[in-house]
T-cell receptor, first 113, second 114 residues
Framework: KAGVTQTPRYLIKTRGQQVTLSCSPI?????VSWYQQTPGQGLQFLFE???????NKGNFPGRFSGRQFSNSRSEMNVSTLELGDSALYLC????????????FGQGTRLTVV | AQSVTQLGSHVSVSEGALVLLRCNYS??????LFWYVQYPNQGLQLLLK??????LVKGINGFEAEFKKSETSFHLTKPSAHMSDAAEYFC????????????FGTGTKLQVIP
């Protein structure tokens, strides 16, 4: 069974640009969550999508957005990039019930210069 | 407020010694509890989880954790550390009503000394 796939693995962008990250969940999983990991702030929840609907949202500015497609694949977009957006972005998929665990991808390392 | 706390950002143990990583949560309702491990430049791998039932949970790689409601704790242990256990460990909590939102502790980096 294939795991969670995130593309690309590494990305370098310039301040002010926008970026789109992609996540393919485990087959059969309908929930996709996104997290930002930085040395200073640790792992922070961005948002969760379930069956194409955003079900929960963390405390991030509107520059961070996402969507989910009918095949459960998800994309995350960050507009007007800032240096502080440099981070490891992790995607997690699950069946969607509260008592089910989340499976993480290897992440996309975004560097903003 | 609901939160999760990991005591000790760095823990060092000798190879073969007991590993104990501490995790406490703050919530009036017992949440769902998880431990994840992260190796450098990798995603998170689930070690074990507690949802309901038996409070002593066994996970992969010889790790186990015990849910103690009275102490609001979910400490991770392993009887004998291996060099391959060196990594960063995250305690994670999912509070009821939060759907799939997981709140992570700040992490504990485990160093294993030969």
């Amino acid at each position: 069974k294939a795991g969670v796939t995130q593309t690309p693995r590494y990305l370098i962008k310039t301040r002010g640009q926008q970026v789109t990250l992609s996540c393919s969940p485990i087959s059969g999983h309908r929930s996709v969550s996104w997290y930002q990991q930085t040395p200073g702030q640790g792992l922070q929840f961005l948002f969760e999508y379930f069956s194409e609907t955003q079900r929960n949202k963390g405390n991030f500015p509107g520059r961070f957005s996402g969507r989910q497609f009918s095949n459960s694949r998800s994309e995350m977009n960050v507009s007007t990039l800032e240096l502080g957006d440099s981070a490891l972005y992790l995607c997690a998929s699950s069946l969607g019930q509260e008592n089910t665990e989340a499976f993480f991808g290897q992440g996309t390392r975004l560097t903003v210069v | 407020a609901q939160s999760v706390t990991q005591l000790g950002s760095h823990v060092s143990v000798s190879e073969g010694a007991l590993v104990l990583l501490r995790c406490n949560y703050s919530s009036s309702v017992p949440p769902y509890l998880f431990w994840y491990v992260q190796y450098p430049n990798q995603g998170l791998q689930l070690l074990l989880k507690y949802t309901t039932g038996a409070t002593l949970v066994k996970g992969i790689n010889g790790f186990e954790a015990e849910f103690k409601k009275s102490e609001t704790s979910f400490h991770l242990t392993k009887p004998s550390a291996h060099m391959s256990d060196a990594a960063e460990y995250f305690c994670a909590v999912r509070f009821s009503g939060g759907y799939q939102k997981v709140t992570f502790g700040t992490g504990t980096k485990l160093q294993v000394i030969p």
